[in-house]
């Protein structure tokens, strides 16, 4: 019974930057890892990033690795990714996610969010 709510999209110019912000709530039944994911129309769901609870540990898709930064700053149920030198491709719907340990399977989160539009313009 975790809450999860996103929130920082928006349009944002190729090579700018924008921060996603995500907060669970509720009953969370001790520590949580948490993650991101991101959705493009057609295209399956990817992972992103995703980071222990204790912040010491961290993963990147290759495909964002050295532009984002996830981060857990001060309460542990809270997420940022931060994201810069925004690419188009980057566009999608980002979803973050909790669960008990963090990997790249989409499977190994129980929470999820609704999800938040990220639109990168040329």
């Known amino acids: 019974q975790v809450q999860v709510v996103e929130s920082g999209g928006g349009l944002v110019q190729a090579g700018g930057s924008l921060r996603l912000s995500c907060a669970a709530s509720g009953r969370t039944g001790g520590t949580f890892a948490m993650g991101w994911f991101r959705q493009a129309p057609g295209k399956a769901r990817e992972f992103v990033a995703h980071?222990?609870?204790?912040?010491?540990?961290?993963r990147y898709a290759d495909s964002v690795k050295g532009r984002f930064i996830i981060s857990r700053e001060g309460a542990k149920n809270t997420v940022f990714l931060q994201m810069n030198s925004l690419k188009p491709e980057d566009t999608a719907v980002y979803y973050c996610?909790?669960?008990?340990?963090?990997?790249?399977?989409?499977?190994?989160?129980?929470?999820w969010g609704q999800g938040t539009q990220v639109t990168v313009s040329s």
């Open positions: 980071i222990s609870w204790s912040g010491d540990s961290t």
């Open positions: 996610a909790a669960g008990q340990i963090a990997t790249m399977s989409p499977s190994s989160f129980d929470s």
